[in-house]
């Protein structure tokens, strides 16, 4: 079994100035720089045959490279239990299109459809013990996130192997956007 997503990456510089917004939030447990992308699909566990026709369906996806930046700050929760602080990304039809491109891929290797609607954006923290209210202060305080703009030219497949100290990311696919 192997456990898979596929995601574009953040130029370095865009990243690197994610890590420096990783602080003041007590109980966070901020992700590494080399964690930091923006999910298109996850599609979870999975044999290494059905694993294979994926490659085969993310590989024949075919679509125009695109403009992309990040912009604001929220968080994934209720006001009792906060799971974790993101920075999002700027509205941007063709990631929406790459990401149902992704879905219609799972589904045409058998995997069930994603119920919820996408929402992209970077994780930058899980949240272990944070309360609430420094959670949406932390969020207003990083609000007004904003990066520069970088042209996506291709996306990824990883494999997701969980452990106590959280998840690794392993690079197992690129695919080219023309």
Same mark, same amino acid.
Request: aromatic share 8%.
């Given at each position: 079994?192997?456990?898979?997503?596929? @995601? &574009?990456?953040?130029?370095?510089?865009?990243? $690197?100035? #994610?890590? =420096?917004?990783?602080?003041?939030?007590?109980? /966070? %447990?901020?992700?590494?720089?080399?964690?930091?992308?923006?999910?298109?699909?996850?599609?979870?566990?999975?044999?290494?045959?059905?694993?294979?026709?994926?490659?085969?369906?993310?590989?024949?996806?075919?679509?125009?490279?695109?403009?992309?930046?990040?912009?604001?700050?929220?968080?994934?929760?209720?006001?009792?239990?906060?799971? @974790? &602080?993101?920075?999002?990304?700027?509205?941007? $039809?063709? #990631?929406? =299109?790459?990401?149902?491109?992704?879905?219609? /891929? %799972?589904?045409?290797?058998?995997?069930?459809?994603?119920?919820?609607?996408?929402?992209?954006?970077?994780?930058?923290?899980?949240?272990?013990?944070?309360?609430?209210?420094?959670?949406?202060?932390?969020?207003?305080?990083?609000?007004?996130?904003?990066?520069?703009?970088?042209?996506?030219?291709?996306?990824?497949?990883?494999?997701?192997?969980?452990?106590?100290?959280?998840?690794?990311?392993?690079?197992?696919?690129?695919?080219?956007?023309?």
């Amino acid at each position: 079994m192997i456990r898979l997503f596929a @995601a &574009v990456d953040l130029p370095p510089e865009i990243a $690197e100035g #994610l890590i =420096r917004r990783q602080r003041g939030l007590p109980g /966070a %447990a901020w992700r590494p720089l080399e964690a930091l992308h923006i999910t298109l699909r996850f599609f979870g566990e999975m044999q290494r045959t059905q694993a294979a026709d994926l490659d085969s369906a993310l590989e024949a996806i075919a679509m125009k490279s695109f403009d992309l930046n990040l912009e604001g700050a929220g968080a994934f929760g209720d006001n009792e239990h906060m799971l @974790a &602080v993101w920075a999002g990304v700027a509205q941007s $039809e063709p #990631l929406g =299109r790459l990401a149902g491109k992704c879905e219609a /891929a %799972a589904r045409r290797v058998g995997l069930k459809g994603e119920a919820r609607t996408y929402r992209p954006h970077v994780t930058l923290a899980y949240i272990r013990a944070a309360t609430a209210e420094r959670t949406g202060e932390w969020v207003v305080e990083n609000n007004l996130i904003k990066s520069p703009v970088w042209r996506v030219r291709q996306f990824n497949l990883y494999s997701s192997w969980l452990s106590g100290d959280g998840s690794r990311y392993d690079l197992e696919r690129t695919y080219q956007l023309s």
